[in-house]
């Protein structure tokens, strides 16, 4: 079969012959449909993330991680599990039968595989975690990446009265207003321009932050947020930190916290297996209802090495069809 193969950290994966997996007992042989191509699986061939001899145990090896595919009996499935040599880039894979879940009917597997986790990244934190109540106002720091446009779409879904968006790409921020959010702020600004956005938003009132970005974007933010003046609040701020694209720290000030209002936590707070197994159903409700949308661009298998070495694709989702 032709795969995607690492031949050694730090290497770009090949598009080559691999011999076919043979599924052992308790395992299960996936016709391989689609694959997202995420930051993670070049950070694990790069050897840089910290599980990556973790998970690719042995090379060569054929990458990625989770997809969408077929059973033998023609079912489509959502399928994860894999373990080195085999992984999901490649024709065919096996995975352990238990981690296998069926894909509704009528939804598309490469829609399937590019959508409900990036969706999940941002439903779990606004439902679960903040606790989102109809009528507040989320803000969207980092809203033109591809969990951003969905969380924009979510925060809609769930009932947000106002949707601000944070982000540097004009086209994009554009798009953001189309997907429903009332407000951006263009992050290219001076700094002084930015904390006036923030400041003129802050005086609104904002109930909820999804936190994409991190860094000096964020700490902009929390100093909007912050009172100059010594007095109650009377303002909740639920700040949900999810992404770190803008820096991995930041410089809080000890009265950021103490007079603002401002709670902070990360995105897996209130997270269980019910709140998982809930918010999947109601993701493959909202695809099959067509409610959610994505830019995505598909990618034959074959292309693996072009599609490896590009940076271009800011916004959109890579899935990789074999």
Same mark, same amino acid.
């Given at each position: 079969?032709?795969?995607?193969?690492?031949?050694?950290?730090?290497?770009?994966?090949?598009?080559?012959?691999?011999?076919? !997996?043979?599924?052992?007992?308790?395992?299960?042989?996936?016709?391989?449909?689609?694959?997202?191509?995420?930051?993670?699986?070049?950070?694990?061939?790069?050897?840089?993330?910290?599980?990556?001899?973790?998970?690719? $145990?042995?090379?060569?090896?054929?990458?990625?991680? @989770?997809?969408?595919?077929?059973?033998? @009996?023609?079912?489509?499935?959502?399928?994860?599990? $894999?373990?080195? !040599?085999?992984?999901? /880039?490649?024709?065919?894979?096996?995975?352990?039968?238990?981690?296998?879940? !069926?894909?509704?009917?009528?939804?598309?597997?490469?829609?399937?595989?590019?959508?409900?986790?990036?969706?999940?990244?941002?439903?779990?934190?606004?439902?679960?975690?903040?606790?989102?109540?109809?009528?507040?106002?989320?803000?969207? &720091?980092g809203a033109t990446g591809v969990s951003g446009k969905l969380a924009v779409q979510i925060a809609k879904l769930l009932?947000?009265?106002?949707?601000?968006? #944070?982000?540097? &790409?004009?086209?994009?921020?554009?798009?953001?207003?189309?997907?429903?959010?009332?407000?951006?702020? @263009?992050? #290219?600004?001076?700094?002084?321009?930015?904390?006036?956005?923030?400041?003129?938003?802050?005086?609104?009132?904002?109930?909820?932050?999804?936190?994409?970005?991190?860094?000096?974007?964020?700490?902009?933010?929390?100093?909007?947020?912050?009172?100059?003046?010594?007095?109650? $609040?009377?303002?909740?701020?639920?700040?949900?930190?999810?992404?770190?694209?803008?820096?991995?720290?930041?410089?809080?000030?000890?009265?950021?916290?103490?007079?603002?209002?401002?709670?902070?936590?990360?995105?897996?707070?209130?997270? #269980?297996?019910?709140?998982? &197994?809930?918010?999947? &159903?109601?993701?493959?409700?909202?695809?099959?209802?067509?409610?959610?949308? /994505?830019?995505?661009?598909?990618?034959?298998?074959?292309?693996?090495?072009?599609?490896?070495?590009?940076?271009?694709?800011?916004?959109?989702?890579?899935?990789?069809?074999?």
């Amino acid at each position: 079969m032709k795969a995607a193969v690492l031949q050694k950290f730090g290497d770009t994966p090949r598009y080559q012959d691999f011999p076919d !997996p043979v599924p052992s007992q308790n395992e299960v042989l996936i016709q391989v449909k689609a694959v997202t191509l995420e930051n993670i699986d070049k950070m694990m061939t790069e050897g840089t993330h910290f599980a990556s001899k973790q998970f690719l $145990t042995q090379l060569p090896a054929i990458v990625g991680f @989770d997809g969408i595919g077929e059973l033998p @009996d023609g079912r489509l499935v959502g399928f994860g599990g $894999t373990k080195a !040599p085999y992984g999901a /880039m490649a024709e065919k894979t096996v995975v352990p039968s238990m981690y296998t879940v !069926p894909v509704p009917d009528d939804v598309d597997a490469v829609i399937a595989a590019a959508l409900p986790a990036s969706a999940l990244t941002s439903l779990f934190p606004l439902k679960w975690g903040a606790k989102l109540q109809q009528g507040e106002t989320v803000l969207i &720091n980092g809203a033109t990446g591809v969990s951003g446009k969905l969380a924009v779409q979510i925060a809609k879904l769930l009932g947000a009265g106002r949707i601000v968006g #944070t982000g540097r &790409n004009p086209e994009s921020l554009e798009r953001v207003i189309e997907l429903g959010a009332d407000a951006v702020i @263009d992050l #290219t600004q001076s700094e002084q321009q930015v904390m006036e956005a923030f400041k003129k938003e802050a005086d609104i009132g904002i109930d909820i932050v999804l936190d994409f970005l991190w860094g000096s974007p964020t700490e902009l933010l929390i100093k909007a947020l912050t009172p100059q003046e010594l007095g109650f $609040t009377g303002h909740r701020t639920r700040l949900i930190q999810i992404g770190e694209k803008a820096g991995a720290s930041i410089s809080l000030p000890a009265d950021a916290l103490r007079t603002s209002g401002l709670e902070i936590t990360g995105a897996a707070a209130g997270l #269980t297996a019910e709140a998982m &197994n809930e918010g999947t &159903n109601l993701v493959w409700e909202w695809l099959k209802g067509n409610k959610l949308t /994505m830019d995505i661009e598909e990618v034959p298998l074959q292309d693996i090495e072009t599609i490896w070495k590009r940076n271009d694709f800011q916004g959109k989702r890579i899935v990789i069809i074999p």
